[in-house]
C-alpha cells in the first residue's frame, strides 16, 4: 500500500543514442558493436550506444510506464485498518513496537473534549501530553533523530526518526491540527479517514494512538459492531475475532486449563543398536540368509584342506623316516675305529 505514493522517475528515452554510429561488421577484427562515423577525431570509432561503452546507455533503461502502484480491494483494506485499530488496544504491542507507554494511564488513551478541544498552542499540546504520561514517547522520537544514510540527504529528506504519538480527532476546526503538527513524531488523523500507513507504520501493528472522546465513540458508527452495520460503509461489519483472549501462553499456562491436561508420557521405545554386518555374523544373516550356508561350506572347506595337509605331512614324515632307516641299515660300521677312540 505504500507503493502508491510513489512518482515515476525514468532516465531520458534518447540518452546514450544522441550520435551517429553504424556497426562496422565482421572481418575487421573488432567487436561488432556500433562505433561512431567519421575520421580525423579521437571519437571517430569509438564504441557507442552499448552499456559497456563510454557515453552510452544504461542497460535495461527505466521507463515511466513500469507498474508503480498496487491495487487491493476495499475489504482487505477495511480489514487491515480493522487489525490496526485493534492493535493499538493491546499494551503488549504497543510496547513491542517501541512506544514509551510506562507512564500512560490506560490504553487505549481517550482524552475528553473539554481537555484536547481548546487546545490552540503547541506549548498547550506539549503540556497535555505531559499531564497524559506520553510526553516520554516524544522524547525518544526526538533523541532517534539521524542523518540519513545514502543519497537522500540531498533529495529533502536529509533526517529519519522513529514515529511517535497518533492524534486522532474529529471535529474540523483547526486548532488541533495546529497544535499538535510542530511536535516531533506526533501524527495527526481524521476519525473518517484513518490512514492504515499511520495506523501501522512499515506494516508493524500497535502504533501508540491518542483519541479525542467524540472520535472514539464515533468509530462503532464507522465501522459498525459484530452486530449491527456500519452506517458509512454499506453492509460492512468488523470481522469477528478468532479468539476471545488472544494471549494463548496465559490460557495454556491457566489452572484451569493444567488441572485437565494428563501428565507427560515419556517414552521408553527401544533403540536398536545398529551392528555392522561385516563385524557381526548375526547382522550378515538377517540381511543375507545364504551367509549361512557358505559359511558353513568355508567351514567344512577349510576342515578338508587342514585333513588334507595332515595327510600329506604323516606321508612325508614317514616317507623320511624309511628313508633314514634305509641309510642307516647300508652304512657299515668301522670296529676298530670305534675301539682306538675308546681307547
Not at 565482421?26 to 567487436?31: E, L, P
Not at 497518533?166 to 488523523?189: H, M, W
Not at 551367509?291 to 576342515?303: D, F, N, S, V
Request: with cysteine; glycine share 6%.
Amino acid at each position: 500500500m505504500a507503493k502508491n505514493a510513489r512518482q515515476a522517475y525514468a532516465v531520458n528515452v534518447d540518452a546514450g543514442h544522441q550520435t551517429a554510429a553504424e556497426s562496422w561488421g565482421t572481418g575487421r577484427a573488432v567487436s561488432r558493436i556500433p562505433r561512431v562515423t567519421g575520421s580525423g577525431t579521437s571519437r571517430a570509432g569509438q564504441g557507442a550506444f552499448g552499456n559497456m561503452c563510454r557515453g552510452g546507455r544504461m542497460f535495461a533503461p527505466t521507463k515511466t510506464w513500469r507498474k508503480w502502484h498496487r491495487k487491493i480491494s476495499k475489504g482487505q483494506r477495511r480489514y487491515a485498518t480493522c487489525a490496526a485499530l485493534a492493535a493499538t488496544a493491546v499494551p503488549a504491542l504497543v510496547l513491542a513496537r517501541g512506544h514509551r507507554i510506562e507512564t500512560v494511564p490506560e490504553i487505549p488513551l481517550v482524552v475528553a473534549n473539554s481537555v484536547i478541544d481548546p487546545i490552540a498552542k503547541t506549548k498547550d499540546a506539549v503540556a497535555l501530553l505531559k499531564s497524559l504520561g506520553a510526553y516520554e514517547d516524544v522524547e525518544r522520537v526526538v533523541d532517534s533523530k539521524k542523518l540519513r544514510r545514502g543519497r537522500g540527504k540531498a533529495r529533502n529528506r536529509r533526517y529519519n526518526q522513529r514515529k511517535g504519538p497518533l492524534v486522532i480527532y474529529s471535529k474540523e476546526n483547526g486548532t488541533v491540527v495546529q497544535a499538535f503538527r510542530n511536535i516531533p513524531g506526533v501524527d495527526l488523523c481524521n476519525v473518517s479517514r484513518l490512514n492504515l500507513l499511520q495506523l501501522a507504520p512499515g506494516g508493524h501493528l500497535g502504533r501508540f494512538v491518542i483519541w479525542a472522546e467524540d472520535a472514539f465513540e464515533q468509530l462503532n458508527s464507522i465501522f459498525g459492531t459484530l452486530t449491527q452495520e456500519s452506517e458509512q460503509k454499506s453492509g460492512f461489519k468488523v470481522p469477528r475475532s478468532k479468539m476471545t483472549n488472544p494471549d494463548l501462553t496465559r490460557i495454556i499456562n491457566s489452572d484451569e486449563v493444567q488441572s485437565v491436561l494428563r501428565d507427560v508420557e515419556v517414552s521408553h521405545k527401544f533403540q536398536p543398536r545398529k551392528k555392522n554386518p561385516l563385524k557381526n555374523f548375526g547382522s550378515m544373516v538377517k540381511l543375507n540368509p545364504y551367509a549361512m550356508t557358505q559359511k558353513r561350506r568355508a567351514i567344512l572347506a577349510q576342515e578338508n584342506v587342514q585333513k588334507k595337509r595332515r595327510k600329506d605331512v604323516a606321508k612325508k614324515r614317514a616317507n623320511a623316516d624309511f628313508l633314514d632307516n634305509i641309510i642307516n641299515a647300508a652304512t657299515p660300521v668301522d670296529v676298530e675305529s670305534e675301539d682306538s677312540y675308546d681307547e
